[in-house]
Nanobody
Framework: QVPFVESGGGLVQPGGSLRLSCAAS????????MGWYRRAPGKQRELVAA???????NYADSVKGRVTISTDNAKNTVSLQMNSLKPEDTAVYYC?????????WGQGTQVTVSS
């Protein structure tokens, strides 16, 4: 059973914002660093942001300054706040451990940025 459930995607205009949420198994959440990934049409899945042990974060160059990854330990959730969205941010977004485990990919949540 996939331990992650993503939500929060949708259709948004360029310049808009979305907050994605990932509900995670508490055990996995406490053990592994977590990441948000995305797969755009016709492209390979890529890392968007990661939050490591101790709370340090990494971001893809394409989203730096526009995206923030955070965790809520009490709720076992990992969130991705995305601002100033661009059409090239259109993709299916997934959460997984960092680095990702192949057996942990879920359905993802679709983000579409379009006017």
């Amino acid at each position: 059973q996939v331990p992650f459930v993503e939500s929060g995607g949708g259709l948004v205009q360029p310049g808009g914002s979305l907050r994605l949420s990932c509900a995670a198994s508490g055990t996995i959440f406490r053990i592994y660093p977590m990441g948000w990934y995305r797969r755009a049409p016709g492209k390979q899945r890529e890392l968007v942001a990661a939050i490591l042990s101790g709370g340090s974060t990494n971001y893809a160059d394409s989203v730096k300054g526009r995206v923030t990854i955070s965790t809520d330990n009490a709720k076992n959730t990992v969130s991705l706040q995305m601002n100033s969205l661009k059409p090239e941010d259109t993709a299916v977004y997934y959460c997984n451990t960092h680095p990702p485990r192949s057996d942990f990919w879920g359905q993802g949540t679709q983000v579409t940025v379009s006017s």
